[in-house]
């Protein structure tokens, strides 16, 4: 499948790599088809990736495990809220959290409250909001600094 992107021109993304968000996401229901887009030169701990809808060209979210800039995250999700992603084991749950770049670029933060969580044996995801109490916003500038200096 060709897409042209806002932000990568145009993509050939194999259709056995696009993730299938039954719901959409969280603000836009009608976006439900996404692919990752990272660079895979600098694979690896607290790299930034691309959650770049397949829907709308111009639409792309940057996106990053949560492990890698909260070690203890740990989300409670009801069994009901995940039977659209089918058999789900430690293995094959893929979990992504969106980051919000403000301005001023300190003030980086990542909404561990509504994670992405998506099966990577079916390509199957969902973005749903966590019973725990995790902020919406959780700064992450002097994280991701220290992780590259320790590179």
Known sequence: MKANTRLFGE??????????????IIGFPQL????????????????????????????????IDPLDVKPDYRLVVSEEGLEPLGNMTEENTFILVTITVPEEIT??????????????????GVQKIVEDDYPVKYMIYDILNKKKAGE
Not at 11 to 24: A, C, P, S, T, Y
Not at 107 to 122: D, E, G, R, W, Y
Request: proline share 5%; hydrophobic share 40%; glycine share 4%.
């Open 32 to 63: 439900k088809n996404f692919t990752l887009i990272h660079d895979e030169e600098k694979e690896g701990k607290g790299n930034i990736k691309w959650l770049q809808s397949m829907d709308d060209p111009s639409f792309a979210l940057p996106v």
């Open 11 to 24: 993509i050939d993304i194999e259709d056995n790599k696009i993730i299938k968000l039954k719901e959409g």
């Open 107 to 124: 003030k980086m933060s990542v909404n561990l409250k509504a994670p992405f969580i998506i099966n990577t044996a079916n390509l199957q």
